[in-house]
Each structure stands twice: as C-alpha cells, then as structure tokens.
C-alpha cells in the first residue's frame, strides 16, 4: 500500500524557513515523480513544485520561485520542500503527491495527509 | 499559465441524480486534464486521468470525456458519498494549474 507521510509543518515568523518532508512507502520510489500541492483554509488546490523522478529536473509556480526549493533523497525515500522568506500567502497546508510515471506531465495518485504551515507573527 | 474555469461553481442535487461538471482551459491540453474528488478535511482523490481513464478503485459511474480545451466529469448515478468538491487540473505544462473547483451538495 501506497503510503506518503509528511512532517515540519508549524507556526513560522513572516520571513522565515521551514523544511517539510515526505517520508514514502509502498512502491519504488525512485520511479516516480513527486510534487508538492497546497490548500489555503477554505480555498482552492494550488500546485507548488515537482521533481522528476531522476531527480534532475524541477519545477515550481511562479509564486514561490526562487524562495522554495523540492529535492529527493531516494536512499531514504523521502521527498522535501525547503521553504524561506516565508510570507502570509504561504499559509496552508501542503500536501505531498506521487505521480503516474517518472514526469510531472501526469495525474497525481496518492496523496499523504498533509502538514500544515502558518506563517503568521 | 494555463487558465481553468469550472462551472457550475456548485451545485446542489439528490442521490440518484446524474451530474455534469464542466472544466475549460486557457488553451488546448489535449488530453492532459484529470479530475480529483475533495471531502472536507481529507486529501484529494484521483478519479479521472487523461481526460478519460478511470482510476484503478473509482466507481464506474464516474466518466470524463474532452479534450482541447473542453472537458466534462460526469457522475450517472448520484451516490451518498459523491458529495464533495471537485477539481479539474491540467499537467499539459507548469505550473500544472487547477481548476478553482465544483461543491456538489445534498439537495
């Protein structure tokens, strides 16, 4: 059974870091892409970043560009999203996902629970 | 980036009732659209991909069709547990944009 874990989320000063993690088991996780997808309280599904599953080509949205960085361990099978000069707008929880295939071109089919973030002062 | 629309924005409907739910993109994804289900504090579910292809463990009354810039989830048979929120996305390119999403409720 597919499972993704993750973890680090908390209350964070505007301007500060946070690193979320994905922890995965379940399948190969070297085969897979993964992104990160985010939920604002009472709002909409905003994708965030995604990473091949060499790990040799990223992706982000234009709004945390530059501020967030994805990267994968796949000796510990585990997904992370390094988070600075966090801002209100960043306030939400963020979901792990695991793609059908090695790209980020293809639908997500399992989704961890969640880690909420909130950046406030 | 790519643009969604979803419409309605919601609806309400009886179990036993078939629902439509349109998804319009910005641009022609060709068949790069899937459908997720949403409940209230859970994460989102995979029901369609490729525009067409069921997920593995969805319901057969769930179909999507479309490609282009125009796409359709179809529910035939309103079921108890269908009511929820659901979101288009399109992975024809990043950043891989969501439709703003569909509350189906209990009439």
């Known amino acids: ?121 | 980036d790519i643009q969604m629309t979803q419409s309605p924005s919601s609806l309400s409907a009886f179990v036993g009732d078939r629902v439509t739910i349109t998804c319009r993109t910005s641009e022609s994804i060709r068949d790069y659209l899937n459908w997720y289900q949403q409940k209230p504090g859970k994460a989102p579910r995979l029901l369609i991909y490729g525009a067409s292809s069921l997920q593995r463990g969805v319901p057969s009354r769930f179909s999507g069709s479309g490609s282009g810039t125009d796409f359709t989830l179809t529910i035939s048979t309103l079921q108890p547990e269908d009511f929820a929120t659901y979101y288009c996305q399109q992975s024809y390119r990043t950043p891989l944009t969501f439709g703003p999403g569909t509350k189906v409720d209990v009439k």
């Open chain 1, 1 to 121: 059974e597919v499972q993704l874990l993750e973890s680090g989320g908390g209350l964070v000063q505007p301007g500060g870091s946070l690193r979320l993690s994905c922890a995965a088991s379940g399948f190969s996780f070297g085969t897979y892409a993964l992104s990160w997808v985010r939920q604002a309280p009472g709002k909409g599904l905003e994708w965030v970043s995604g990473i091949t599953a060499s790990g040799g080509t990223t992706y982000y949205a234009d709004s945390v560009k530059g501020r967030f960085t994805i990267s994968r361990d796949d000796s510990k099978n585990t997904l992370f999203l390094q988070m600075s000069s966090l801002r209100g707008g960043d306030s939400a929880v963020y979901y792990c996902a695991k793609a059908k295939g090695g790209n980020v071109f293809l639908a997500a089919d399992n989704w961890g629970l969640g880690t909420l973030v909130t950046v406030s002062s």
